[in-house]
């Protein structure tokens, strides 16, 4: 009797998948060649990725369903075997533990070495919760290189290879830079934006991590912008699991008259936040398929109200006759919102098929874009009667330099789309433009770390 193997098992199952398809009087013989050269192609790049052969199989049929009606059926027919091979944790073979538990092992205890990182500082007398100025610039820093590190084990990068070396030396200078600047207060501007700016630069490590070989190409960038997204929905659900057991410890130690909010507030919070990032990262990886539609859905249920809140808000500026006269952490939270829209455009991207043709939905991204373009432009407008009144500072400088990055990915982006609702260019076009737009953010973050301090003189 032959030994099952993945490669077997792989094998059997696209065979009961060409079957299928052969039994439809509509598939001809060299339509079902492509569809399984196609599925195929979907396989190996899965696999590539780090999923078992069966469960990568499982998800290229679920995603050529957005191709192919017919995938679609079978997607349908074997719903439940996808589901339960991507939740049910797998069982030990003979040949040594299943690919799953390895993965588990690896993420947490990365996991628990970010939460003992984030504590080793106690050793030299910075405590959580007193020297704050400390925590906030180098936060990042106890989490972001072991996420990273997940990655380059993931995708077998090799501790030799070029880009391993280049993230060594990027969190190096990242530690050096957020400690070697001799600031004037733990409240200096300065101080402040290099804590908001660098974890924004060492995210686009984590990228490279995540891609590996595929960062050059457009494919490898869209999907770390994915998985950022499921990662931020994952992390929000373990942040509110470990609230409901915050207040759980809380309540129950305080029946007996016993005060455990110390340890909530210098262990457990720390230490669970830190571990959740990478647990959370684990999840997105090992669930990917399943899950992987959740930002999208959530794009369509927000678009159409972050586009109907922004025309209002512009609607009532125009017609009420108030001038905008927004404060810095104001001006701050609408970068964050302009922020939010642009991502809405992404993940309508990552979901959508760009070959189909411009519909209701696409008009609703444009208005977005436009509308975030038109505040975008009424923000620079204030910004700059302040620099012109007051002259420059560190948080307008930041805040001036944050939204003509924006302006400029806005105004692009919309006049794409427009172009595409005019059938003059695919949604192609689009895509390369937000994700070769990425590394422009992370270079401004690097410079408001490295150069704003001496700049602005550490005030």
């Keep these: 009797m032959r030994p099952t193997t993945n490669a077997n098992v792989l094998e059997e199952q696209i065979a009961q998948w060409r079957q299928y398809l052969q039994r439809r009087q509509a598939v001809g013989t060299q339509d079902v060649v492509e569809l399984e050269d196609h599925l ?27 191709l192919d009606s017919l995938s679609r ?16 944790v797998p069982a030990v073979t003979g040949d040594g533990p299943a690919p799953g538990r390895i ?13 003992i990182a984030i504590k080793l500082p106690n050793l030299f007398g910075f405590i959580w919760g007193q020297d704050e100025a400390f925590y906030a610039r180098n936060i990042s820093l106890f989490v972001i290189p072991f996420l990273a590190g997940y990655f380059i084990w993931k995708r077998t990068l090799g501790l030799r290879s070029p880009t391993v070396r280049w993230l060594a030396v ?23 934006l290099a804590a908001i700016h660098l974890p924004i630069a060492l995210w686009l490590a984590v990228g490279v991590a995540y891609a590996g070989a ?34 759980f410890v809380v309540m129950m130690f305080t029946t007996i008259g016993v005060n455990a909010e110390w340890f909530v507030e210098r262990w457990l919070l720390p230490c669970g936040a830190a571990g959740a990032v990478i647990v959370a990262a684990w999840l997105v990886e090992a669930k990917q398929s399943v899950i992987e539609n959740m930002a999208p859905v959530l794009t369509r249920l927000f678009s159409p109200l972050f586009t109907a809140v922004l025309v209002t808000f512009l609607a009532t500026l125009l017609f009420s006759g108030r001038a905008l006269d927004v404060q810095r952490e104001m001006l701050l939270a609408f970068n964050g ?12 991207l990552s979901a959508r098929d760009p070959e189909a043709p411009p519909g209701v939905f696409d008009v609703v991204q444009v208005v977005l874009l436009i509308s975030a373009l038109l505040a ?11 620099i012109t009144e007051y002259g420059f500072t560190p948080n307008r400088t930041a805040v001036l330099g944050m939204n003509l990055i924006l302006l400029v990915n806005l105004a692009w982006s919309a006049l794409l789309y427009v172009r595409f609702l005019r059938n003059r260019d695919s949604l192609l076009a689009l895509e390369r433009w937000q994700t070769r737009y990425l590394p422009v953010y992370a270079i401004w973050a690097v410079i408001v770390v490295i150069v704003f301090p001496p700049l602005f003189r550490y005030t």
Excluded: C
């Design 40 to 66: 195929r192609e979907q396989v190996a790049s899965l696999t590539d990725v780090g999923l078992a052969p069966d469960e990568a199989f499982l998800v290229a049929v679920k995603r050529m369903g957005n």
């Design 170 to 192: 990027a969190f190096v200078a990242a530690a050096v830079f957020a400690n070697v600047y001799p600031y004037a207060s733990d409240q200096s501007h300065t101080q402040i």
């Design 103 to 115: 993965d588990a092992f690896v993420a947490f205890a990365l996991a628990f070495a970010a939460a």
């Design 376 to 386: 975008d432009a009424l923000a620079l407008s204030n910004i700059t009667a302040r």
């Design 73 to 88: 059926e079978f997607a349908l027919e074997h719903s439940e075997r996808l589901w339960k091979q991507l939740v049910v």
């Design 337 to 348: 919102l302009l922020v939010i829209v642009l991502a809405l455009v992404l993940y309508s």
């Design 214 to 247: 595929r960062w050059s190409q457009v494919g490898g960038r869209m999907d770390f912008i994915r998985f950022s997204g499921e990662l931020f929905i994952y992390f929000v659900l373990l942040a509110l699991g470990g609230g409901l057991l915050t207040g």
